[in-house]
C-alpha cells in the first residue's frame, strides 16, 4: 500500500484542441475519474519505464566494464587466490 504522498507541486502545458481531445476521449475509456489522474497515471508509468530501461542500461554496462577489467586488466592475483591455486594444483597432482 502506498504512502499518502502531498500533491503540492504543479505542472502547467500547452497541447493541441485535437491531443486534448484524444486525451480525454482516453481517459473515459480507461475507466480514470478524472483527467488529471489519468494524465498523471500515464505520464508516470511511461516516466517508470524510461527510467527502468536506463537502469539497466547503465547496470549492463557496468557490468561490462568490470568483466573486461577482470579479463584483460593488469592486475596481479591476491594472495588468497595464489593460495588457492596451489591448493588446486596439489589436490590434482
Known sequence: MEAHLSKDERI????SSKDKRIFKRA????????FSS?????????????VSKNDRIIATEKDR???????FGN???NQ??????????????
Open 12 to 15: 502547467e502545458l500547452r497541447v
Open 27 to 34: 481517459q473515459k475509456l480507461s475507466g480514470d475519474k478524472s
Open 38 to 50: 489519468f494524465i498523471v497515471r500515464i505520464v508516470k508509468k511511461h516516466a517508470e519505464e524510461i
Open 65 to 71: 566494464q568490470v568483466f573486461f577489467d577482470a579479463v
Open 75 to 77: 592486475s596481479k592475483p
Open 80 to 93: 588468497n587466490l595464489v593460495e588457492a591455486a596451489k591448493k588446486y594444483k596439489s589436490k590434482t597432482s
